[in-house]
């Protein structure tokens, strides 16, 4: 796949400014666990193609995370999800343009953020795309898993219990299955295998937030 991305220079700090000035508090879990899986995805790509085989490698770790913290900076911004149609035709709109443009955002990469909305119509024609894509459904998922532990945490979580979920089609119905196994026929990882990476990254961010 070609790999003409712009590695992203803004560095974490002023992303994470931009996540405060639009996302509330409790908005901002669902970026910060996107941002450890994306990172983590690209760490993932990067090891395989080290080990051998076609070059594989080459992703930028912090290009791909600060994609996956800022993917939904506007959905606060937006009309609320109480009604559905109309949040998912402005979610990732011209608003979400605006606000990565304040700080620079590369065009490339705002096109990225913007194609893991099906609704844009935006071809996911990038590794990135693909994985912020697969992976946007499960860190929801995998949340919703932790919450009916005693403890409720995700370090808690077993990859097991993800899996077993999935064939549940009542539980966190909202969350499609489909985009997640895009993991599979899109990013070439084996869901079982997609799973145990973004599980891991999120029981890490976890215990960044809680201490
Ligand atoms: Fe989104
Ligand atoms: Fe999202």
Known sequence: MENNLSKLQIPREKCWQLVEKYVSPEGRL????????????????????????PAQGGEDEHTWAMCGLLHDIDYEQITGKENMEAHMQEHCGPLTEKFLKEIDFPDDL??????????????????????????????????????????????????????KRFKEARFAAAVSRENIYTCESELGIPKEKFVAIVLAAMAEAEEHVNN
């Open 30 to 53: 669902h970026l910060l666990n996107t941002e450890a899986a994306m990172g983590a995805l690209a760490r993932y790509f990067n090891g395989r193609s080290a080990r051998g085989g």
């Open 110 to 163: 705002i096109r990225v953020i913007q194609s893991h909305n099906e609704v844009q119509n935006i071809p996911r024609d990038s590794r990135l795309a693909k994985a912020l894509f697969a992976v946007d459904g499960l860190t929801g998922f995998i949340v919703a898993v932790s919450k009916i532990l005693p403890d409720k945490l995700v370090s808690s979580v077993k990859l097991e219990s993800v899996l």
